[in-house]
């Protein structure tokens, strides 16, 4: 396991943990009050223990190494993971749904509002702390079952506030005899909504990832690391395509070399690319780099001192993500070659 997985494997441990912990304090802030909106909370947290099991296992599989069975490794587990967290976020935003709104035609009274509310900022304050601390990590490890599970406990807290803050309206109004046990119910009403459209976020997140949808984010740190460290000999690129697998990147490219490179020095300039895109990404990265020969047109953009040359130099090409994603050798002003014509 690489220090990588290693970290967001123990960082998953923990929010498992948290997870039950603060389920415990919400229900107990529920029995209390009986609050059919601090109800809403526990379950959420009924829900991120499930789903916090699911991202455990799965980051414990993707850190496997790859095999015969799997040559790209065990990556791709994480959007199945997040995929189901997703959905679970959505059927528990359902349900509370259906129980606010049946509290709406039904209203109780709510009790110990005192102490309930004081349990709830405290899980809510927990749940904040280590949710921000799970995204930052998922984005910088590419995990994206850690990243679900810190928004998801980022989503709780934001539900936790809500109630708290509507809780505390009802709190001040009994206090001054007034009867606002009905916004209970209506908070709940609420907040469930906003659950649903978490889940179904996530699910979305993860089919993208499913389906190999291009990650601009990633693409656009590809793009940067190669005009930082780029090559004479690097005339052109084209056919860009990464594709993750869980925290490991396969990047596919299309390189165009002077034609008259040895199979020697196309491998050390196979290495230089490597070596660009690591710096970035760290060792989890698989590079295939296709090369091709320059053609005629190609001469303009070449700045190597070449005796073959057909034509004077004007300008390297301007590497962007839209123009290295293209599929096809670029010629001057960036129109798009294909066979040598225009």
Excluded at 22 to 49: Q, R
Excluded at 50 to 63: D, E, F, K, N, V
Excluded at 120 to 128: G, K, L
Excluded at 172 to 196: E, R
């Amino acid at each position: 396991m690489s220090d990588t997985c290693r970290e967001n494997y123990n960082f998953q441990k923990i929010i498992v943990a948290a997870g039950a912990s603060l389920f415990v304090i919400k229900f107990a802030a529920y029995l209390l009050t009986n609050s059919v909106a601090i109800f809403t909370d526990a379950a959420e947290s009924a829900v991120n223990i499930a789903a916090g099991c699911i991202g455990l296992y799965a980051l414990y599989l993707s850190a496997r190494p790859a095999d015969k069975t799997h040559p790209f490794g065990h990556g791709r587990i994480e959007l199945i993971s997040a995929s189901v967290e997703g959905s679970m976020i959505a059927i528990a935003g359902i349900l509370i749904v259906f129980k606010a709104f049946g509290d709406l035609l039904n209203p109780e009274e709510i009790s110990s509002l005192d102490v309930g509310l004081l349990l709830v900022i405290f899980a809510a304050a927990v749940n904040y702390a280590i949710g921000t601390v799970a995204v930052r990590k998922g984005r910088k490890n590419r995990s994206l079952a850690l990243e679900s599970s810190g928004r998801h406990l980022r989503t709780d807290t934001m539900s936790s506030a809500g109630i708290v803050i509507g809780l505390t309206a009802v709190y001040a109004g009994a206090h001054f005899g007034y009867d606002l046990y009905i916004l209970d119910p209506l908070m709940a009403l609420l907040f469930g909504a906003l659950v649903v459209i978490t889940g179904v976020r996530v699910i979305k997140k993860a089919t993208d990832g499913i389906m190999d949808k291009a990650d601009v984010e990633v693409l656009e740190k590809v793009v940067e690391s190669l005009n930082e460290h780029r090559s004479k000999d690097w005339i052109d690129i084209h056919s860009l395509m990464v594709i993750k697998y869980g925290s490991r990147l396969h990047i596919e490219m299309h390189v165009t070399f002077p034609f008259d490179m040895t199979i020697a020095e196309l491998d050390r300039e196979n290495s230089r690319l490597y070596e660009s895109v690591s710096s970035t990404f760290g060792g989890s990265v698989d590079l295939i780099m296709m090369s091709e020969p320059c053609k005629e047109f190609s001469c303009i953009h070449c700045e190597r001192d070449c005796r073959s040359r057909r034509a004077d130099f004007k300008e390297r090409v301007n590497w962007n993500v839209n123009l290295l994603s293209q599929e096809h050798q670029h010629a001057y002003g960036n129109h798009v070659v294909i066979h040598g014509r225009e």
